[in-house]
């Protein structure tokens, strides 16, 4: 086939199969053996069926989320080599903010590593595959590898034994670096299983399940993480950290969240995003 262009009677069809009881799975199986392109093949059936088509976990994925250890509510989580204090939990939607998940020190090497290779912020572009700059996020960012250093390998086991997630299903850190009237406007971290790039994205390790924002800095003013749908401002303090987790790619998680301006100073995080299973 050579330009595949997902058409209503397509959607029709899908939808009819779909009714006659076929798992989504069996229904991209049959368009894959007529010859639809994956991409496209997936991107239909988003369109069509919902999130829910696209949600199917790789191979070897954990069950569950990440989730700290809460049940007994004890103000200090033992995170292996830190005691990590929990400020602030909340189940539905799942937030959780930490006190002292990071030393002074350790936010400053993270700073100092990341200073060096900072470069304007990038977001899925919109109708393509790949990236592009977004007016939407006015940040300076930089990724780095997982266990690139020592430091960030210290602090990734640290996240691996206080969420109770793997380390190999986590993303690189990212580091932001926000300049006074910077922001980050509301967005979700799940990719979209409708955009034309996610099929590909999530060969790596399927979705997105939970973000940690870490804050390395304390701006003098603004810069809070806010999440509009619940009425939650978390203010940026230096050490600290907030956590939400989201079952699925989908608005009803209410994990939109967004970094609103920075007044004064800079503004610095350092972001984990953890994967379904093993992120390659
Ligand atoms: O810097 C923040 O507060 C922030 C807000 C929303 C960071 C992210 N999202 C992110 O890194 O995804
Ligand atoms: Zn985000």
């Known amino acids: 086939m050579s330009q595949q262009v997902i058409t209503p009677e397509l959607c029709e069809w899908i939808t009819e199969q779909s009714r006659a009881g076929h798992a989504s799975e069996s229904i991209l199986a049959a368009m894959l053996g007529s010859g639809w392109d ?16 696209t949600l199917t976990a790789p191979p070897g994925a954990t069950p569950g989320l990440p989730e700290p250890e809460l049940t007994r509510f004890a103000p200090l989580i033992d995170a292996g080599d830190r005691q990590v ?4 939990a909340l189940r539905q939607p799942r937030v959780i903010v930490f006190g002292d998940l990071l030393s002074d020190e350790e936010c400053d090497g993270i700073v100092e590593l990341a200073g060096k290779r900072l470069a304007r912020s990038e977001t899925v572009a919109t109708g393509s595959e790949g990236s592009e700059v977004n007016a939407a996020r006015t940040s300076d960012g930089m990724f780095f590898e997982r266990c690139e ?25 990212q580091v932001l670096r926000y300049s006074p009237g910077a922001e980050y406007q509301p967005h979700y971290d799940y990719f979209d299983p409708g955009h034309v790039s996610t099929p590909s994205i ?10 940690l924002v870490m804050y390395l800095n304390t701006p003098t003013a603004g810069g809070s993480t806010i999440f509009p749908d619940i009425g939650l401002d978390v203010a940026p303090v230096k050490g600290n950290a907030v956590f939400f987790s989201y079952d699925r790619p989908h608005p009803s998680t209410q994990t939109l969240h967004g970094g609103s301006p920075v007044l004064e100073g800079e503004k610095w995080v350092a972001t984990k995003w953890l994967r379904q299973g093993v992120f390659t």
């Open 38 to 53: 994956e991409a496209i093949a997936r991107q239909a059936l988003a369109r069509t069926l919902g999130q829910s088509a």
């Open 85 to 88: 204090k929990v400020l602030m």
């Open 149 to 173: 250093t020592e430091l960030i390998c210290k602090i990734e086991s640290r996240l691996a034994t206080l969420l109770r997630w793997p380390l190999d299903h986590g993303e690189g850190l």
């Open 202 to 211: 999530l060969k790596r390790g399927g979705q997105r399940v939970a973000t």
